[in-house]
């Protein structure tokens, strides 16, 4: 699947929920299944530092796509963090360079993105991007 | 007695909705919400009285002025200082500690000196002495707390020596809800010579304080959390320290006259008001002053104990929910977590029924840390409260708990 096709899926999941409360209950949900992060890994160089809750961002690259992992203290939070794995895992540093996320809008997360957040949506966008950027630069992907 | 009711009216930001629901406003330890006497005081004074103070001679300077000085004048007799050239206005209780951090610092510290706080002091209480530390080479001790989160004022006779300069604590804390015995922390710093800065930011709103009784060198809060506007704050300080400090900024109205060659003061309070200070939403201080005067502090100290007495009882009721501060004397706020659900997650779904509290480390990460956490959530409790948003609160906690397992 494509990113814009995995995007179109989460938008399509959330649109049967009637209420905030649905949608961080499918939050919880998918936070909980999300791998945890290896304790080794929760280090301060993929830390993700705020005042309300600890964000890691880890990523490896074979075979020219990228594999991000992720994790959080907060269950919304790793919730949100394993949205956007499930969208740009697995893809070319340059088709997650070029992705324009527009499921943050449609399934109204974007009220995650306020700027005192600074752990935030906003931030780990930026970090996995990081990645890409760091990723394409290495192995000089065209 | 408190009518809530009519309580409520005044403050027309409860009506508001949010995602769909009546909001809950379970926040005041951060800020207050303003009675409509206040806003309508900001309101007319930009339609029918703006020009700035103590400058001048036409008519409505000298009203500005007037309505400002009645200002100080009701903050004197609201805390009962002495006299008005005690009272200086600041920006807020941060304003007024960088002051006093930085103008008694100036004087009375220097290198190798020791300054006093406490392990359950907010940022604003630690980090303009950590500054002034830096400065001057001078270092920071610190009085514990215990688990209950009472200070452990038994120690101050082993931390205080020959080189405390100053002992900075907070009458209640912002976390714990502690209301600290300051009285008699005061009384034993005065036995060694030693001013004490008392930081009454979370204690204002909800106790009577009265400097005089309680011999302070400083105290300090702010306008917001006492239901006026933001950008006010108060420093009281001792006439005789406050003489021996140097200006903290420079500017206009700070000075008596001005040339190249030599500039003096003017007298207190001014000598500390350095430039255009907020003199608007200080005059409006004194309306929210007026309006909490009307209410009776007794009255309103009486209604959020019985808030708070019954928001800890149907808490503890809940399983798995620990509070932080269990102190016999409290204001009315209350931290905690819930099992080990994260404070973020409990915050975010109890915003969006319409429950504001506060969560994270709650501007107090060295208290956090005591308890080896990272963050906890606060509900605080103001006259406007009532049982039922205390009910509502208790519910969704409930819900989310299931919602975690």
Not at chain 2, 195 to 222: K, T
Not at chain 2, 357 to 378: D, S, Y
Request: proline share 3%; hydrophobic share 40%; charged share 25%.
């Amino acid at each position: 699947m494509t990113i814009n096709e995995k995007q179109n899926q989460i938008i399509e999941e959330f649109s049967a929920f009637t209420d905030w409360i649905d949608k961080y209950e499918y939050l919880i949900e998918t936070g909980k299944n999300l791998a945890a992060l290896d304790e080794k890994h929760k280090t301060e160089q993929h830390l993700i530092k705020g005042c309300q809750s600890r964000v890691w961002i880890d990523a490896e690259y074979t075979d020219g796509k990228i594999i991000y992992k992720a994790d959080s203290d907060a269950i919304i939070t790793k919730g949100i963090i394993s949205l956007l794995i499930e969208v740009m895992s697995g893809h070319t540093p340059s088709e997650i360079i070029d992705a324009d996320l527009f499921f943050i809008h449609k399934t109204g997360l974007q009220e995650n993105l306020s700027p005192t957040r600074s752990n935030g949506l906003l931030a780990m966008i930026k970090q996995m991007k990081l990645y890409a950027i760091a990723f394409k630069a290495k192995h000089n992907e065209l | 007695m408190i009518d809530i009711k009519n309580i409520r009216k005044d403050f027309p930001v409860l009506n508001t909705a949010v995602y769909g629901n009546p909001l809950i406003y379970l926040d005041n330890a951060a800020t207050a919400q303003k009675p409509e006497c206040v806003i309508q005081t900001v309101d007319e004074l930009y339609r029918t009285c703006n020009a700035n103070i103590h400058r001048g001679v036409h008519f409505m300077s000298e009203q500005c002025t007037e309505k400002y000085e009645q200002a100080r004048e009701k903050i004197r007799q609201f805390i009962n200082a002495e006299k008005k050239a005690e009272i200086i206005f600041t920006s807020g209780t941060t304003g007024a500690i960088n002051t006093v951090a930085t103008s008694f610092g100036e004087r009375f510290v220097s290198s190798e000196d020791e300054i006093i706080i406490s392990e359950m002091e907010h940022h604003s209480n630690i980090v303009p002495w950590q500054l002034l530390c830096e400065r001057k080479g001078a270092k920071i001790k610190i009085i514990p707390f215990d688990d209950k989160g009472i200070l452990r004022t038994d120690l101050l006779d082993e931390l205080i020596n020959e080189r405390t300069k100053i002992i900075a604590v907070t009458h209640a804390s912002n976390v714990l809800g502690t209301i600290n015995p300051i009285k008699q922390i005061i009384a034993k710093a005065h036995k060694y010579n030693i001013p004490v800065l008392v930081d009454g930011a979370q204690a204002v709103p909800h106790e009577n304080v009265d400097v005089r009784d309680l011999d302070c060198d400083f105290y300090v809060f702010s306008g917001h959390k006492l239901y006026a506007p933001t950008g006010t704050g108060v420093l009281y300080g001792k006439e005789k320290l406050l003489e021996q400090m140097p200006p903290y900024q420079g500017g206009g109205d700070m000075i008596a006259t001005v040339t190249f060659e030599k500039t003096t003061y003017a007298p207190l309070p001014l000598k500390f008001e350095a430039g255009t200070l907020n003199f608007t939403d200080v005059i409006a201080l004194g309306a929210a002053i007026d309006y909490i005067n009307k209410t009776g502090l007794q009255n309103i100290a009486e209604y959020e104990h019985q808030l708070l007495d019954y928001a800890t009882r149907k808490l503890l009721a809940i399983e798995g929910l620990k509070i932080y501060g269990e102190a016999a004397e409290k204001v009315a706020l209350v931290s905690f977590l819930l099992n080990n659900i994260h404070h973020l997650d409990t915050g975010m779904i109890l915003d969006k029924k319409g429950i504001a509290v506060r969560t994270g480390a709650l501007c107090a990460e060295p208290l956090l840390a005591h308890f080896g956490k990272t963050g906890m959530v606060r509900a605080s409790f103001a006259f406007y409260n009532t049982f039922d948003e205390i009910d509502a609160l208790c519910e969704n906690l409930e819900k989310i708990s299931l919602m975690f397992k």
